[in-house]
């Protein structure tokens, strides 16, 4: 509790407008020095005093900073919250909070565009044209691969895979999904989205679009013998987590051509990229900005704000990601 009597919450990084308002409103804000490492120990430190911590993707928010005395809430500004334990957060009665669904369709439309980026080879044909060497119209300069009529393979039918699947239909595309839990008849009809299993996906998919979360059965999910079952024309698109994909395997595929080429906005080491990625005119690399939009990282930033002053005025935040720590 600060000397105004407002309870202390750590913001880690800054966010947009509104949030820092309602934020205020509702606590003393006390911003995590920019120039200090994102590590738990100095997070931990940072977090003495404060009963709440408004995050982002990068920070880990484990044991260590769990601990912190008198931590009430963890507002992540983001859908996924893999960067927080939320089991050792349960167990200390700490509420976690994330962003769902203000980001679906902003980061569908990303996935698209990477999608169309790397069937049409639009970052090479930039670097081309930019640097002089377009010398006139040539019958086989550039060719890419047709979206229009191709398949679709979705990992992961949850609200952005849906998306994805909704923007696939205008371009007369072959939609089929892997997913555990498959979607009702109905949903499915309407979407025009097909459920396989992952080795049929693997197999008849000429674009793969991963959409799940990062947990233990999804780590690695695309990994060497997955790269071996695609075609050799496909192109792999991925804008959930990066260990997801088996970045080194990855690599390894795409030298010996057991895939025709990556769209990749999330890494497995962030924000290191495999070295060997950067040199390929095949792979399109984006720092993690599907869902940066002006209006979703706005209303990214006001949800999670909201999530955390609701929780500190002792309500229970809508979009509680361990609802057995407030019944
Ligand atoms: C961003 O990656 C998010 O999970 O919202």
């Given at each position: 509790m600060s000397a105004a009597g407002k309870p202390r919450v750590l913001l880690m990084h800054p966010i947009l407008d509104p949030g820092p308002a309602i934020l205020a409103e509702a606590a003393e804000v006390v911003p995590y020095?920019?120039?200090?490492?994102?590590?738990e120990a100095s997070i931990r430190q940072a977090a003495d005093g404060c009963v709440g911590i408004v995050s982002q993707v990068m920070d880990p928010i484990r044991e260590a900073v769990l601990s912190t005395p008198g931590l009430k809430c963890v507002s992540n500004?983001?859908?996924?919250?893999?960067?927080?334990d939320v089991a050792a957060a349960t167990q200390r009665k700490v509420m976690v909070t994330n962003t769902p669904g203000v980001l679906d369709d902003t980061t569908a439309d990303f996935a698209f565009t990477l999608l169309m980026a790397a069937a049409r080879r639009v970052v090479e044909a930039d670097s081309f044209t930019r640097s002089g060497k377009f010398r006139g119209w040539a019958i086989d300069m550039m060719l890419g691969a047709d979206v229009y009529g191709a398949t679709l393979g979705i990992i992961g039918i949850g609200r952005i895979g849906r998306g994805v699947a909704h923007r696939a239909k205008g371009f007369n595309m072959r939609v089929i999904y892997y997913d555990p839990h498959p979607l009702p008849p109905e949903a499915q009809d309407q979407l025009g989205a097909t459920p396989v299993d992952l080795r049929r996906l693997l197999m008849e998919s000429d674009f793969i679009s991963i959409h799940v979360p990062l947990s233990q059965d999804t780590h690695h999910l695309m990994s060497t013998p997955q790269f071996e079952q695609m075609k050799r024309t496909a192109i792999l698109i991925n804008t959930s987590r990066g260990p997801v994909v088996d970045e080194a395997a990855l690599v390894e595929a795409l030298k010996a051509k057991k895939l025709a080429g990556a769209a990749l906005d999330v890494y497995e080491r962030e924000p290191a990229v495999?070295?060997?990625?950067?040199?390929?005119?095949?792979v399109v690399l984006a720092?993690?900005?599907?869902?940066?939009?002006t209006r979703t990282r706005s209303e990214m930033s006001a949800m999670a704000a909201r999530n955390m002053a609701t929780a500190l005025r002792g309500g229970r935040p809508p979009?509680?990601?361990?609802?057995e720590v407030k019944k």
């Open positions: 020095p920019p120039d200090r490492p994102l590590d500004v983001a859908v996924g919250f893999d960067n927080i495999h070295p060997n990625l950067i040199p390929m005119s095949n720092p993690h900005i599907a869902s940066a939009t979009n509680l990601v361990n609802p």
